[in-house]
């Protein structure tokens, strides 16, 4: 069992910035996949980023150029850094692992899941 807990959202301009982390507290995590997912009222959950045991990344086209995830397995843990976010990037964003690295944008392929924390972003 891997227990995933995300933390630094908040509420932001638009245009401004945000880091996420997502940690596993006395779990080692360098031999997960590590992905982001969003989810907004009444939508379904969105792939958002995700980085391999290997480091290779993978991301949404709505978020390129704006978003990177890295991680530090050092530190078990996995970022999500979001600049010049915008309005339609307001959601619950959860953090999620898994093993292998197929199809790294598909939710139902993670077994590990936070709790989400929320992003509102105002116009």
């Known amino acids: 069992q891997v227990h995933l807990v995300e933390s630094g959202g908040g509420l932001v301009q638009a245009g401004g910035s945000l880091r996420l982390s997502c940690t596993a507290p006395?779990?080692?995590?360098?031999?997960?996949?590590l992905g982001w997912f969003r989810q907004a009222p009444g939508k379904e959950r969105e792939f958002v980023e995700a980085i391999t045991q290997s480091g290779f990344t993978y991301y949404h086209d709505s978020v390129k150029g704006r978003f990177s995830i890295s991680r530090d397995n050092a530190k078990n843990t996995v970022y999500l850094q979001m600049n010049s976010l915008k309005p339609e990037d307001t959601a619950v964003y959860y953090c999620a692992a898994r093993t292998g690295s197929a199809y790294p944008d598909r939710p139902y392929g993670y077994d590990y899941w936070g709790q989400g924390t929320q992003v509102t972003v105002s116009s």
């Open positions: 006395g779990r080692t995590v360098s031999t997960y996949t």
